[in-house]
């Protein structure tokens, strides 16, 4: 069964799948590696021009590759390279912007914004958006949804026509099944790409990952110095550990890569709700495919 959806006729994707930009863990390891495996990898634009460029340098001729880039932080420089070169650029945080969206169209790239409200996905489609991705409480890092992915994907979905891609605590096939049947064009996942051997996250955030549940995944606002009023889900052994440290902490959005110089633990470990289904490290590739697998065979059972 191939599951195919008008997100796979965009893009030119084999699975409705897209992995999530996440800052420099969204290593071009892990970006092309997804692509090619069939699902939307994403490049991290917060890197800045020049390094996103060197970048862009290396895109694969074959599988979609896309690039994220935070409103807040925004490089024109940067998003425009990127739409010049890139299928798809997504937007990420504050009201949806008509002039960043023709930006986009001009250099060619189909343009998405994340939302997490139902006016927010309005003016998204209103701007021009060509993809809108739907990001309910449960996701990982920082969460711009106030309310559960199932109920806001659905108010979503009667508002609006435009392509969903269904973001928050999706960490396995059942929950890919879930949002796909529930009106979702494709999926975002993110939590289980940090533990992807092709990650830049640090070793011990993804020991950190392995050895948490849904429970240990909380929304705070402790990693807000440069970015203020921006809540965000993190795991709370990190929130433990900055504490412990005292005024030796830097409580920075900034998430441990694998270069990292000092105590791990104590940065902002960004998890989803779905970090439960993170059990050991694996290939990119093995991700997609057991969750494409898995979803596959529900929907199948479902008479999809």
Partial sequence: MTIETRFTALLGCRHPLQQAGMGGIASTDLAFAVSAAGGLGMLSGTTGASALASQLDRLPAAGPVGVNFLVPFLDREALEDAAARAPCVELFWGQPDAGLVRTVHRGGALASWQVGAVDEALAARDAGCDLIVVQGMEAGGHVRGTVGLLPLLDAVRDAVEVPLIAAGGIGTGRAMAAALAAGADAVRVGTRFVAAVESGAHPAYVDALIDSTAEDAVLTTAFGDGWPDAPHRVLRSCIE???????????????????????????????????GAVRAAQPAADIVAELVTEAEAVLRGRGT
């Avoid at 504490?243 to 900034?254: E, F, I, R």
């Avoid at 940065?267 to 970090?275: C, E, F, N, P, T």
Wanted: glycine residues 14%; neutral net charge.
């Fill in 241 to 275: 550990a900055g504490n412990a440290l005292g005024s030796a902490q830097s409580w920075g959005p900034s998430w441990p890569t694998r270069d990292y110089v000092g105590t791990p633990e104590a940065r902002a470990l960004y998890a989803g709700q779905s970090v």
